[in-house]
């Protein structure tokens, strides 16, 4: 390349010149082209990744240990394509992970990074909880409720910033779908094993039952007999004490028939405890009295499940070992925003009546586990005893107010 000097004279461009022109015409494009290449890439890195994702988290067992090592290779990618200057060479991109709980308690925190506080626990609405910079939480709309995702994007150039947004699109996509497919398949689980509830709880009425009904009369019969007959009256104790058995063997197999078809509507809390106060009212000699307080509360159907199965079994232990008088379930929603249901009674106390019950009072505390809520036994003031459920209420996860930390994306980006 030559210029023309202004007495006719030509002469080279210097080299350096020469080269700056060049570079002026020919990046641009060039630079465009390897961004847009780099993208390309990305996404098409991320397709070979993901194919296979969304089956394999459909078909685990347990997310809360299985999702790390399937999500392995993904995180890996992201960490090499997206390193941070800040950020530590084994803190990843995926931080932690929420799920809805499958029966409705909360949340379930997964951690996917290494330094993420290991374990996993439950929670509320982690929508609403402080983020650190240059993170954000990523929606996930799941069949089951709203989940999220903690992603550490800091610090990352502009381009960067997209690139990375782009693959999260396509990770999202398939996570949300192996998820549906997971919930999907612990709710088939679950209908499967309330019929099978159900089917033995129709074998036991047709079969067991009915004789265990035909052996209560017989022997009330036969204690009748020997009471009124001289003759057999040194048999009497033996028969009555076979008589209480059979009537306490009777009554035994009614209540697993019940617990086994017991399923509640949330809408239908109320009519359950009211159904479940006339029928041991019926039984014994109690007088009850219910204290219901609440009405449309913000509980699925499972929590409306396990709490009833709480209160008649709190109902069967003071009716068989209290012997009391009185009892009283009441319940109630408190200003710190939680269901608050008490079972007393005015019997003899938890002390003479805590081996008896041991293992019914376990099967209480884990469905009072199971639902996220709080269960406390202890004696009740001049006598008798209380059985306290405290259930936190959740509001909606699918709501994020935009004054909270979770509402900020990065760049400013609502």
Known sequence: MTVMQSNGITRPVAGRLQRLLEWLISTPPNRYSRSRAVADN???VMQRLLPDLACD?????HPATDLVPLLAPVQSWLQQQFKSTRASAHDGVLKTLWLPDIKGAGYRCIALSSLTETGTGTGNDPAH??????SWMQPLALSQGCGWLLVNGQPLKAHDQEQLEQ??????????????????QQQRLQQALQEERQWHAAELHDSVAQVL???????????????????LAP???????????????????????????????????????????????????????????????????HQATQLLYIVR??????????????????LCREADDQLV??????????????????????????????????????????????????????????????DSPAATHPGGKP
Request: net charge neutral.
């Open 57 to 61: 988290i459909a078909s685990c067992q």
């Open 213 to 231: 009904g035909y052996l209560r009369m017989s022997s009330a019969r036969l204690a009748k007999r020997c009471d009124n007959n001289a003759e």
């Open 42 to 44: 990305a996404q098409v």
């Open 129 to 134: 909880q402080p983020l650190p910079a240059g």
């Open 313 to 330: 079994e709190s109902v069967c232990n003071l009716v068989r070992h209290a012997h009391a008088s009185h009892a009283r379930i009441r």
């Open 167 to 184: 693959c999260l699109t396509l990770f999202t996509a398939v996570l949300r779908r192996g998820l549906n497919g997971w919930y999907q």
């Open 235 to 301: 048999l009497l104790p033996d028969v009555l004490d076979l008589s209480e058995q059979c009537l306490f063997a009777y009554r035994q197999t009614r209540e697993l028939i019940a617990t086994s078809r017991l399923s509640t509507l949330a809408s239908e809390l109320g009519s359950g405890l009211n159904q479940l106060v006339e029928e041991f009212e019926e039984r014994s000699a109690l007088v009850f009295e219910l204290d219901n307080r609440c009405e449309n509360l913000p509980i699925d159907d």
């Open 341 to 402: 249901c008490d079972i007393e009674d005015n019997g003899r106390g938890i002390q003479a009546t805590a081996n008896s019950g041991s293992f019914g009072l376990q099967i209480m505390q884990e469905r009072a586990q199971r639902i996220g809520a709080r269960l406390t036994i202890g004696p009740r003031q001049p006598s008798g005893t209380r059985v306290r459920l405290q259930l936190p209420l959740v509001s909606s996860p699918a709501t994020v107010r935009h």
